[in-house]
T-cell receptor
Framework: DQQVKQNSPSLSVQEGRISILNCDYT??????FLWYKKYPAEGPTFLIS?????DKNEDGRFTVFLNKSAKHLSLHIVPSQPGDSAVYFC??????????FGAGTILRVKS | NAGVMQNPRHLVRRRGQEARLRCSPM?????VYWYRQLPEEGLKFMVY????????ESGMPKERFSAEFPKEGPSILRIQQVVRGDSAAYFC?????????????FGPGTRLTVT
């Protein structure tokens, strides 16, 4: 059962434009959400997180939006840079601390 | 900047051998998590440990897999009698504490290949 879904396997964006990565979840018990970025042959790197009591969190070029009623979150990257090209994983945390990951979205930023 | 350390980075084992994967958490972190990533998939939770305690092993296969986090030394993920299906990237993560507001930081992973 896929409790966290990233329905877009890949996304291609022009440098300087906005990248929007989407994530849906099914379990209403999730109370904390995180985005990780991963380069090939490396471990995931924490990017940004959001608690379920908030609907927006911003950190520099990265903003995460949470819509609890729709069980949907998104990561906005503005402006996109070539170095942002990587796989982005959405993860959710509920009781017991274990993270449930989506399958990832490959972001390609073209210069 | 001592992040999460994992070794070895690459491990090749023949079917039936044992694999031992090591993880040293970030300084100050007392909670360790192991995840597995199969090709073309996201990371899947395996086990959550604190020093000398297994907190949650609901993601661990029932047989051949075990994990420990001793009082001294790194956390160890042990796979006995490996099979080809165990080939994957194994990631360790650590956090300050076990509440929901602490992010998990990942190591570089161990890529296990079973021949």
């Amino acid at each position: 059962d896929q409790q966290v879904k990233q329905n877009s396997p890949s996304l291609s964006v022009q440098e300087g434009r906005i990248s929007i990565l989407n994530c849906d979840y099914t379990n209403s018990m999730f109370d904390y959400f995180l985005w990780y970025k991963k380069y090939p042959a490396e471990g995931p790197t924490f990017l940004i997180s959001i608690s379920s009591i908030k609907d927006k969190n911003e950190d520099g070029r990265f903003t995460v939006f949470l819509n609890k009623s729709a069980k949907h979150l998104s990561l906005h990257i503005v402006p996109s840079q070539p170095g942002d090209s990587a796989v982005y994983f959405c993860a959710a945390e509920g009781y017991g601390n274990k993270l449930v990951f989506g399958a990832g979205t490959i972001l390609r930023v073209k210069s | 900047n001592a992040g999460v350390m994992q070794n070895p980075r690459h491990l090749v084992r023949r079917r039936g051998q044992e694999a031992r994967l090591r993880c040293s958490p970030m300084k100050g972190h007392s909670h360790v998590y192991w995840y597995r990533q199969l090709p073309e998939e996201g990371l899947k939770f395996m086990v959550y440990l604190q020093k000398e305690n297994i907190i949650d092993e609901s993601g661990m296969p029932k047989e051949r897999f075990s994990a420990e986090f001793p009082k001294e030394g790194p956390s160890i993920l042990r796979i006995q009698q490996v099979v080809r299906g165990d080939s994957a990237a194994y990631f360790c993560a650590s956090s300050h504490a076990g509440t929901g507001t602490y992010e998990q930081y990942f190591g570089p992973g161990t890529r296990l290949t079973v021949t």
